[in-house]
């Protein structure tokens, strides 16, 4: 990767690109508030059309499929988007790599699928993992077309893309389900949401790939891509042991709870972390000589996914029970607790994104790989032993870990340059004042509430009082919270 100092430092001095960034957080966001609306939909029209066993069934597959798509992505698309500069051959050589590797992972998957039933004692498992193989090379060829719309900071294109491809993917799955094909409807879902994506990617990039060549200067790519990929396939591995775990000792109905509480509760992390990430990598990237001004984004950044996603993890588990029979239906009560749990150890994995950005932004790579594997080797050992007390010991075991590897990785990074300390604090605050707000909503709603109904309307109520009250007596709260509310302004003097 050619390092273009120059050009870095006039960009990074450019009052354009916070004006960039501002308007690239409004489209992303505006775009994942779509994808949530569409998610969120899917969700409880699905679950009241399906069986917990046929969620259970596909994550036994995904659970191990999924470790491909790590492999598929090569850590070539964020090596794109943090590069200073990528000339055309670059770009077109790591379109070629994806895509290859997409190729040789959909063949392998489509191989190895009666070993996958094999392990779980499930049949039906082959024919699905054998459905889901053409994925990886959908996902391949898409890769580059993501990262260059990335790079370029068109949000706005690569939101409507997404949710486009998202919407797709949704009438397909609710269609089989009305015609009781059961799984096969989340397969379907999984298929035409790759193919409606690539589509809209290709079309709406305005780039094709020129043929592969040599002499295109790719090495820092793949070493910075290796890196990565080596540190999200530990991370990977980390964060679907639990499945791996529960599917093969307790079966699919009860993975199939388990995955629901867990997939409820990834809904509103997925649609802010990779957004955020997305706005955020370039820009620090390009603040990366500039400490103030790196540190005010960072921080911002990191505050803004803090009040967004812990408040709403707050309310989800104080109103749990409610929320999940009301919308979901009677039959994923049993996911109540779960969710709750996985829900604290959100919070901190919201915590942790900021350290992520700092690792990648900062092209540390080899750092963020060796904490990546101490830590998760942790996590995982702790899962393994949090198994002998099932899915809520499972669950239990990983909120600790997580919290641990967030409080880890900011000792890890002290001499990063980054403000650690600042990153550290405002976890805590946020986090803590939103979780007595969450307190205050599940001790209303228990005390004065009745049915689900007004115990849900109860516990708004009381959430959103407890707010005010934290905002009025805690004077740091509530310039974080006046802070959030002059996001744009503050962006623009990032």
Known sequence: MT????????????????????????LTMSGQACKLLLQFGGIVVLARLLAPG???????????????????????????????SVSAAQRSNLFWIN???????????????????A?????????????????????????????????????????????????????????????????WALVAQQLGQAAATLLLLAVTSGWRPGLPSRGAGMGGFLRYGGNLMSTQLVVYLSRNIDTLL?????????????????????????????????????????????AGRYGRFLLHGQAVMLHVTVAIFAFAGAQAEPLIVLVLGPQWAPAVPIFRILAVGGAFQVAAQASYWVFLSKGLTGSNLRFTLVSRVLLIAGIVFGARWGTLGVAT????????????????????????????????????????????????????????VERLAVGTAALAAAFVLVVAVWPAFRRSV?????????????
């Not at 900071?153 to 893309?161: I, V």
């Open 119 to 183: 392990f779980y004692g499930q049949p039906a498992l082959q024919p699905i993992a054998q459905a889901l193989a053409p994925t990886f090379l959908l996902n391949g060829l898409a890769t580059q077309f993501r990262a260059q719309l990335n790079r370029d900071l068109r949000f706005g294109r690569l939101a409507a893309a997404e949710v486009g491809g998202q919407a797709c993917g949704l009438v397909a799955g609710i269609t089989l389900a009305l015609r009781g094909h059961g799984y």
């Open 3 to 26: 390092t273009g100092n120059v050009s870095a430092a006039a960009t990074a001095a450019s009052p354009a690109l916070s004006r960039l960034a501002a308007r690239g957080a409004l």
């Open 54 to 84: 046929d969620y259970g069934l596909l994550a036994m597959v995904t659970a191990i499929v999924g470790i491909g798509e790590v492999l598929r992505d090569f850590g070539l698309s964020s090596a794109s988007v943090q590069a200073r």
């Open 482 to 494: 006046a802070d959030i509310l002059r996001s744009r302004s503050l962006l623009r003097a990032a």
């Open 99 to 117: 895509s290859a590797i997409g190729l040789l992972l959909a063949l392998a998957v489509f191989a190895a699928a009666p070993a996958i039933a």
């Open 397 to 452: 075991a990983g909120a600790v870990g997580v919290a641990l590897a967030w409080l880890g990785g900011l000792v890890w990074l002290r001499h990063s340059g980054a403000p650690v300390g600042a990153m550290g604090r405002n976890a805590l605050r946020v986090m803590l004042a939103y979780g007595l707000c969450g307190l205050a909503s599940a001790a209303a709603s228990l005390r004065w509430g009745g049915s689900l």
């Open 246 to 290: 529960i599917g093969q000792r307790f079966g699919a109905d009860l993975l199939g709870l388990y995955n629901r509480a867990s997939q409820l509760l990834m809904l509103p992390l997925n649609q802010i972390n990779a957004p955020a990430t997305s706005i955020a990598l370039p820009v620090l990237s390009r603040l990366h000589d500039d």
